[in-house]
C-alpha cells in the first residue's frame, strides 16, 4: 500500500516542470551531484566510462539512453540517430555491446510504423555488429503493442533483441508462455509504474510471489533469461532453483540498475554469476530518476543532503 502511495506520489511529481528545472540545475553538474547515484553521465562518452569501469569489476552492462514519451517525428528521429551515433561509439570504444531502449523514444506515441522503422534502422546497424538490444517495457497501455511490436521483428528474423515483462501485470505469466515458444530472451522484472487494480496486484507479497513463480518457469524453459532484480529472496530463489534444477549459471543472468545495490552486484560476481548493470546515461533523466525515488523514499534523504551540500 505505501509502496504505491509513493510510487503515485512520485509519478505525479514527476510531471513537474519546476521540480524538472531545478533538479536538471543541481542533479549533475558536479561529478558529485546527487543524480550521478543513479545515472551514470548526460554523454555518451561518460556512459563509455561507466561501461569500462562496470567490466572492470567484471560486470556487464547495458546502455540505456535517456528518454521516454516523444511528442513529434522529429524527436523520434533525433532519438533514432542518437542511438545509430551510441551504436558506433560503443563499438570504437570496444566496450561490451549491449543497449536498451524505449518504444515511445523512437516515437510508439505519434506513429506506430515511424517507430518500427526507427527501431528497425538501430537493428539494421547493431544486429550485424554484435549488439544485443533490449526492449524496455513501459506503462500497462503499452504492453500489447510493445510485445506485437517485437513479434514482427522477430518474425522478420531480427534475433538479437528481447523483451521485459513485468510480474506486477495479471497478463505476464501468459505472455511468458509466449515468448517461451518464440524462443525469445526476456528479462523479468516487477514493474516500476503505478498501475490500476484492473491489470495489477497492488500488494507487494502478489507482486513478489507471481515474480518467483515466473523466475522458476524461465530458468526452466525460457532462452537465456535474465532476472533483473534487486531483492536479496528472488535472487536466492534464482540461485537455489537454479542449483538444484543443473541449470548452470552460464544459462542465465542476473541485472541490476546502476547505483544500486553495488555490494551484492559484485558479491554474484564473486560467487561465479553473470550480472549486467543497466546504464542509464542522458539529458532526459528526470523521469527515470523520479522512479527510482519513488521506488525506495529512503533515497530522498540522499537526494535533499547533496541539494543542501550543492546549493550552498
Ligand atoms: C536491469 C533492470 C531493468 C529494468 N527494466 C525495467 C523495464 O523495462 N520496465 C519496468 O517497468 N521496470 C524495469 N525495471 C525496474 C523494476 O521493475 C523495479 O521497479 C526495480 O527493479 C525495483 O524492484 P526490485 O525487483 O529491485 O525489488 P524491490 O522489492 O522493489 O526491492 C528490493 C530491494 O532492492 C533495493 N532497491 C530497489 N529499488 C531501489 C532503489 N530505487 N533505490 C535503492 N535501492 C533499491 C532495496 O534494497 C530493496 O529492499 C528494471 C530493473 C532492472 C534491475
Request: cysteine-free.
Amino acid at each position: 500500500m505505501l509502496e504505491s502511495a509513493s510510487k503515485t506520489f512520485f509519478h505525479l511529481l514527476a510531471q513537474s516542470a519546476v521540480l524538472k528545472k531545478l533538479a536538471s540545475r543541481y542533479g549533475m553538474r558536479k561529478p558529485t551531484s546527487f543524480a550521478r547515484r543513479f545515472i551514470a553521465g548526460e554523454t555518451v562518452a561518460e556512459a563509455i566510462e561507466a561501461a569500462r569501469m562496470l567490466e572492470a569489476r567484471g560486470l556487464l552492462h547495458s546502455l540505456d539512453h535517456l528518454g521516454e514519451s516523444v511528442g513529434n517525428l522529429s524527436e523520434a528521429d533525433a532519438a533514432t540517430r542518437d542511438y545509430l551515433a551510441i551504436v558506433n561509439a560503443i563499438v570504437d570504444a570496444g566496450v561490451g555491446r549491449n543497449l536498451s531502449l524505449k518504444l515511445t523514444q523512437l516515437g510508439l506515441d505519434v506513429d506506430k510504423a515511424s517507430a518500427i522503422d526507427n527501431l528497425r534502422k538501430i537493428l539494421d546497424r547493431a544486429e550485424p555488429a554484435g549488439f544485443f538490444v533490449r526492449i524496455d517495457m513501459e506503462n500497462s497501455p503499452y504492453a500489447d503493442v510493445t510485445l506485437e511490436i517485437f513479434e514482427t521483428l522477430w518474425q522478420q528474423g531480427y534475433r538479437q533483441t528481447g523483451v521485459v515483462l513485468q510480474s506486477a501485470l495479471y497478463r505476464s505469466e501468459a505472455d511468458l508462455e509466449r515468448m517461451i515458444a518464440l524462443g525469445a530472451r526476456v528479462r523479468l522484472v516487477k514493474g516500476a509504474y503505478q498501475e490500476p487494480k484492473t491489470v495489477a496486484y497492488q500488494r507487494k507479497e502478489d507482486v513478489d510471489a507471481a515474480y518467483a513463480r515466473m523466475l522458476k518457469r524461465m530458468l526452466s524453459g525460457s532462452s537465456y533469461p535474465a532476472i533483473a532484480t534487486h531483492d536479496p529472496a528472488m535472487i536466492d530463489l534464482a540461485r537455489t532453483w537454479a542449483a538444484s534444477h543443473g541449470i548452470g549459471s552460464d544459462r542465465f543472468e542476473f541485472q541490476m540498475l546502476y547505483g544500486i545495490r553495488r555490494d551484492l552486484q559484485s558479491r554474484l560476481v564473486g560467487d561465479g554469476y553473470r550480472v549486467r548493470v543497466y546504464v542509464p546515461f542522458g539529458r532526459e533523466w528526470f523521469p527515470y530518476f523520479m522512479r527510482r525515488l519513488g521506488e525506495r523514499p529512503a533515497n530522498i534523504a540522499f537526494v535533499v543532503r547533496g541539494i543542501l551540500g550543492e546549493s550552498g
